[in-house]
């Protein structure tokens, strides 16, 4: 239930369309609904602007099947799933099966009631091709909730005229998703040239030095780029969630 859906069901119930006990109804089974395993959060995108998401892992594939099939009970927006495996998907599918579904490599993105596009200018950029899991994690989550980004992928700073070739596009940005690996120096590189706010993503990606991300998610909290926003190591669902806050 978000904000548009609440207000179509006030307007229905002024018209008549719907009847008060009905809507009544409705909005008894809010602000969640206890599944047992779960209590399910219609309300989040009343509060936040974004709708709950299932976060796949540590969930059997029942009971990811249940939590959608639940969210997608109710008028709303976009509904998704992330780090999917193939059972989880078998059983989401079987159940809601329009689901629109996005192969990040090592797991899937699934989302249902995709969101209109938006305006807004994004750019989403790896250092590496190692990085693009979590990026293309992070383009679907955006494709859900309307935004729909321009990926340069491989433009790390071991090669940093690949990154200066796309100098126009990061000057005009209106937001930036930087997802990088090894020593996270693209990050401050990025939020130094371009005056849309930055988002960066450390990824696990690098040699032992790097600590699985550890290293990149250290040095982009240190960066003396002022403003560098950073999430958690390969969260490229946080950062798309972040950017779609930040767009008006």
Same mark, same amino acid.
């Given at each position: 239930?978000?904000e548009?859906?609440l207000r179509?069901?006030?307007?229905?119930?002024?018209?008549?369309?719907?009847?008060?006990?009905? #809507?009544?109804?409705r909005?008894?089974?809010?602000?969640?609904?206890?599944l047992?395993?779960a209590?399910v959060?219609?309300?989040?995108?009343?509060?936040q602007g974004?709708?709950?998401?299932?976060?796949?892992?540590?969930?059997?594939?029942e009971?990811?099947?249940?939590?959608?099939?639940?969210?997608?009970?109710?008028?709303?927006?976009?509904?998704?799933?992330?780090?999917?495996?193939?059972?989880?998907?078998?059983?989401?599918l079987?159940?809601?099966?329009?689901g629109t579904?996005?192969?990040?490599?090592?797991?899937?993105?699934?989302a249902?009631?995709?969101?209109?596009?938006?305006?807004?200018?994004?750019?989403?950029?790896?250092?590496?091709?190692?990085d693009l899991?979590?990026?293309?994690?992070?383009r679907?989550v955006?494709?859900?909730?309307g935004?729909h980004?321009?990926?340069?992928?491989?433009?790390?700073?071991?090669?940093?005229?690949?990154?200066?070739?796309s100098?126009?596009e990061?000057?005009?940005?209106d937001a930036?998703?930087v997802?990088?690996?090894m020593?996270?120096?693209?990050?401050?590189?990025?939020?130094?040239?371009?005056?849309?706010?930055?988002?960066?993503v450390?990824?696990?990606?690098?040699?032992?030095?790097?600590?699985?991300?550890?290293?990149?998610?250290?040095?982009?909290?240190?960066?003396?780029?002022?403003?560098?926003?950073?999430v958690?190591?390969?969260?490229?669902?946080?950062? #798309?969630?972040?950017?779609t806050?930040?767009?008006?």
């Open positions: 239930m978000d548009p859906a179509q069901l006030l307007d229905d119930v002024r018209s008549g369309a719907v009847h008060p006990d009905d #809507a009544v109804r909005l008894r089974r809010l602000p969640f609904v206890e047992g395993f209590r959060d219609h309300h989040r995108a009343l509060r974004m709708g709950e998401a299932v976060y796949a892992p540590g969930k059997t594939p009971q990811c099947a249940a939590i959608v099939a639940e969210l997608l009970s109710e008028p709303g927006g976009p509904v998704v799933l992330t780090r999917a495996g193939s059972d989880h998907l078998a059983a989401v079987a159940r809601s099966p329009d579904v996005t192969d990040t490599g090592a797991h899937c993105v699934v249902w009631r995709e969101a209109p596009p938006r305006p807004g200018r994004v750019l989403l950029l790896t250092a590496g091709t190692s899991p979590v990026a293309e994690e992070c679907a955006l494709v859900a909730y935004v980004p321009t990926l340069v992928s491989d433009c790390g700073v071991a090669g940093v005229h690949r990154l200066l070739a100098f126009d990061l000057v005009d940005a930036v998703v997802v990088a690996g020593e996270g120096a693209l990050a401050s590189l990025v939020a130094g040239v371009t005056p849309a706010p930055v988002v960066a450390p990824t696990s990606a690098g040699y032992g030095a790097g600590l699985e991300g550890v290293t990149a998610l250290l040095a982009m909290h240190a960066s003396c780029a002022a403003g560098l926003t950073v958690g190591i390969d969260n490229g669902f946080g950062a #798309a969630c972040a950017v806050r930040l767009l008006p």
